[in-house]
């Protein structure tokens, strides 16, 4: 067992993905070439295809809510390109064991969060597609700022654990309950509503710190609002690193327990 040392323990299988990134960078980088090969955009699809999604609603819904679209369309495409990143990277990891890595788990000395991370590496490549067009609004339709730069680099990193954690969180669980994945893709999919990406939490008056019982909520904030110069308060940063506190705790919880039995579960 000396050579699965990393069964039960989510630290040694930190420490296993830093000191070997190889295993889970390139495949990452990988995965996206295959998937766009022999297209001659690639992923400039994705960004077309959003980019044109986001104008129309954005037109549309600052007409409803009364908002310059100047204002709005960056709001609403930082959350969105935000949201989505995290979106796809919970809900693929529901069948990375069962469905998508299944053969390379089953027979490969791999921990399972090589796997969780190469899933979140696929899916950030796809994010940093947006940036230019992300710069291209901070920099001509706002007020340019290193002071917000820095901040908006700070949410990515909070992002990207969040997205690392809940992923691994969840692959375990829907691997052993083959239900969770439909539960996990309905709930995200209620989410994109109930969280203040279309609209803004403002608007509910003196009930706007409710949106906060949404996760979403101050996961997409500390990201969505440096880049358009409105610097989150200290509670933000203090609900992303209790969220984190405990997105970890249950993780390491659930591997010291169960990790073993995974590849059973696959």
């Not at 969060?113 to 696929?122: D, P």
């Not at 002071?147 to 375990?172: N, P, Q, R």
């Not at 995200?188 to 003196?206: R, V």
Request: hydrophobic share 55%.
């Amino acid at each position: 067992m000396k050579d699965y040392y990393y069964l039960n323990s989510i630290n040694n299988q930190f420490k296993f993905c830093y000191y070997n990134w190889e295993t889970w960078y390139y495949t990452s980088w990988s995965d996206l070439v295959s998937k766009y090969k022999r297209t001659k955009l690639g992923l400039g699809w994705n960004v077309l295809a959003m980019l044109i999604t986001i104008s129309i609603m954005s037109f549309v819904w600052s007409k409803i809510f009364k908002m310059d679209m100047v204002v709005f369309f960056p709001y609403i495409f930082n959350g969105f390109a935000a949201f989505f990143f995290l979106n796809a990277s919970i809900t693929s990891s529901c069948v990375l064991l069962s469905q998508i890595n299944k053969d390379i788990y089953l027979n490969l000395p791999l921990p399972f969060l090589v796997l969780i991370l190469r899933n979140i590496g696929q899916h950030f490549f796809n994010y940093i597609h947006y940036l230019p067009i992300i710069f291209f609004l901070h920099f001509f339709l706002l007020e340019f700022s290193i002071f917000s730069l820095f901040f908006y680099f700070l949410g990515i990193v909070f992002l990207v654990l969040h997205a690392t954690l809940l992923s691994a969180i969840f692959c375990i669980i829907s691997t052993r309950y083959r239900d969770v994945y439909p539960l996990v893709v309905s709930i995200m999919s209620a989410a994109t509503l109930l969280t203040p990406i279309m609209w803004n939490k403002d608007m509910l008056g003196s009930n706007a710190n409710f949106a906060y019982l949404n996760p979403f909520t101050f996961i997409i904030e500390i990201v969505r609002e440096p880049i358009l110069n409105n610097v989150p308060g200290p509670s933000v940063y203090f609900l992303n690193i209790v969220f984190l506190f405990f997105s970890y705790l249950i993780l390491h919880l659930i591997v010291k327990y169960k990790g073993d039995r995974l590849i059973y579960w696959v």
